[in-house]
Nanobody, 123 residues
Framework: QVQLEESGGGSVQAGGPLRLSCTVS????????LGWFRQAPGKEREGVAT???????NYADSVKGRFTISKDNAKNTLYLQMNSLTPEDTAVYYC?????????????????WGQGTQVTVSS
């Protein structure tokens, strides 16, 4: 069982930065793939970035070079540093955990989800 809780969302002007955090609580020693996803109004949820237990990372093309996923193991916290934000980044952002094999940007692979945090980028 994994519990996830996001924080750090808010409103920011285009071009600005924002950092999201996700505390990860687990009662097992299993290794998980962790990911950030987002859902904009009227759109399907999409993968943003993933971080596997071995340190491998994937980014969606739309955020490469602007977003950075990382994890502080001592704090059991996953981060998403977002720079050069645009109005197209406006969405509810979710962190998720996948106990299965592989680490993909496909949200159907993930077993556990946080409640989401709103990010709004104004032009």
């Amino acid at each position: 069982q994994v519990q996830l809780e996001e924080s750090g969302g808010g409103s920011v002007q285009a071009g600005g930065p924002l950092r999201l955090s996700c505390t990860v609580s687990t009662s097992t020693s299993s290794s998980y793939c962790l990911g950030w996803f987002r859902q904009a109004p009227g759109k399907e949820r999409e993968g943003v970035a993933t971080l596997d237990f071995d340190g491998s990372i994937n980014y969606a093309d739309s955020v490469k070079g602007r977003f950075t996923i990382s994890k502080d193991n001592a704090k059991n916290t996953l981060y998403l540093q977002m720079n050069s934000l645009t109005p197209e980044d406006t969405a509810v952002y979710y962190c998720a955990a996948d106990a299965g094999w592989g680490c993909f940007l496909d949200d159907t692979e993930y077993d556990y989800w946080g409640q989401g945090t709103q990010v709004t980028v104004s032009s």
